[in-house]
């Protein structure tokens, strides 16, 4: 990708990012992400930058200081959402298995919580693994085989020894959040390692505590996923938002955010992969 501005430069980031983020989406959805964005705020990002999977571009408007290069997805309707937060110089409807760029196009490639939710996922990270340069670096957050397992209804039916139905409840959670991979951290290397990359770190994240919590926020969610159906965004008075979040705070703490990453049997997944 010759005449790239700025080819090599690493990018600057932004802070509060769980106070941000609530801004513009709902409590559970901000917490999550305000924890990756933790995650990778302490990577380095080189570009160009490619982001697979970018949706509507809350993500990257959040973590990053600065546009990035490029963001792809399917969804017409997330981009046209993504062109007015303006967190990218370019946009490209395409599936990740068929981006229309040459190989070795970028320095850096991050998806966040995005290949979970992919069917065939060997192409797209045969994919990625040809858009990367020699030593860029690809960055990907997931669900383990721990974050069903952590949501409220699975965990009420394993308390009362309900095994075989919190089971089931669980291959029906997965399927209702389309979670075609849901792997623990030798499962997610494996698959990587497979598809020709060398795993550089693994970090583990969402703490049972916090997954649960976020598992119990959903359904109060639904209204914002209303106004997200109708007007192609979460809320529609975003300076209201860290006033109507504040009794979340006293049931959080800031404490138990930070506790929640870098954790055994975490409900996340952090991986930062290299080509082989």
Same mark, same amino acid.
């Given at each position: 990708? /010759?005449?790239? +501005?700025?080819r090599?430069k690493?990018m600057?980031f932004?802070?509060?990012?769980?106070?941000?983020?609530?801004?513009?989406?709902?409590? /559970?959805?901000?917490?999550?992400?305000s924890?990756?964005?933790?995650?990778?705020?302490?990577?380095?990002?080189a570009?160009? @930058?490619?982001?697979?999977?970018? #949706?509507?571009g @809350?993500f990257?408007?959040?973590?990053?200081d600065?546009?990035?290069?490029?963001?792809?997805?399917p969804?017409?309707?997330?981009?046209k959402?993504?062109?007015?937060?303006?967190?990218?110089?370019e946009?490209?409807?395409?599936?990740?298995?068929?981006i229309?760029k040459p $190989?070795? $196009?970028?320095?850096?490639?991050?998806?966040?919580s +995005?290949?979970e939710?992919?069917?065939d996922?060997?192409p797209?990270?045969?994919?990625?693994r040809?858009?990367?340069?020699?030593?860029?670096?690809f960055?990907?957050?997931?669900?383990?085989?721990?974050?069903?397992?952590y949501g409220?209804?699975?965990r &009420?039916? &394993?308390?009362v020894? &309900?095994?075989?139905? $919190?089971e089931?409840f669980r291959?029906?959670?997965?399927?209702?959040?389309?979670?075609?991979?849901?792997?623990?951290?030798?499962?997610?290397?494996d698959?990587?390692?497979?598809?020709g990359?060398? +795993?550089?770190?693994?970090?583990?994240?969402?703490s049972?505590k916090?997954c649960?919590?976020?598992?119990?926020?959903?359904?109060? $969610?639904?209204?914002?996923?209303l106004?997200?159906? +109708?007007f192609?965004r979460?809320?529609?008075?975003p300076?209201?938002?860290?006033v109507?979040?504040? /009794?979340?705070?006293?049931?959080v703490?800031q404490?138990?955010?930070?506790?929640a @990453? #870098?954790?055994e049997?975490?409900?996340?997944?952090?991986l930062?992969?290299?080509r082989?």
């Amino acid at each position: 990708m /010759p005449g790239i +501005v700025g080819r090599g430069k690493t990018m600057r980031f932004k802070d509060n990012f769980f106070y941000n983020y609530v801004k513009v989406a709902p409590i /559970p959805l901000a917490l999550e992400r305000s924890l990756e964005c933790d995650i990778l705020s302490k990577k380095t990002f080189a570009r160009p @930058i490619l982001d697979i999977g970018c #949706g509507e571009g @809350i993500f990257a408007r959040v973590l990053f200081d600065e546009k990035i290069d490029v963001g792809i997805d399917p969804n017409a309707r997330e981009l046209k959402r993504a062109r007015e937060l303006d967190a990218y110089d370019e946009l490209i409807e395409c599936f990740g298995d068929k981006i229309p760029k040459p $190989s070795d $196009s970028y320095n850096t490639i991050f998806s966040n919580s +995005v290949l979970e939710h992919i069917s065939d996922i060997e192409p797209v990270l045969k994919e990625a693994r040809r858009l990367l340069c020699g030593n860029g670096n690809f960055y990907v957050t997931l669900p383990t085989d721990m974050f069903d397992r952590y949501g409220i209804v699975s965990r &009420m039916l &394993m308390g009362v020894g &309900m095994e075989n139905a $919190s089971e089931r409840f669980r291959r029906f959670y997965n399927g209702f959040w389309k979670h075609y991979h849901y792997y623990d951290a030798a499962g997610w290397r494996d698959l990587f390692e497979k598809s020709g990359f060398t +795993v550089v770190e693994v970090k583990e994240y969402g703490s049972r505590k916090i997954c649960t919590i976020d598992d119990f926020l959903t359904p109060f $969610s639904i209204p914002s996923l209303l106004v997200k159906k +109708v007007f192609n965004r979460w809320t529609l008075f975003p300076p209201m938002r860290p006033v109507l979040t504040f /009794p979340f705070r006293v049931v959080v703490s800031q404490k138990d955010i930070e506790e929640a @990453i #870098g954790i055994e049997k975490g409900g996340l997944i952090f991986l930062h992969l290299k080509r082989r």
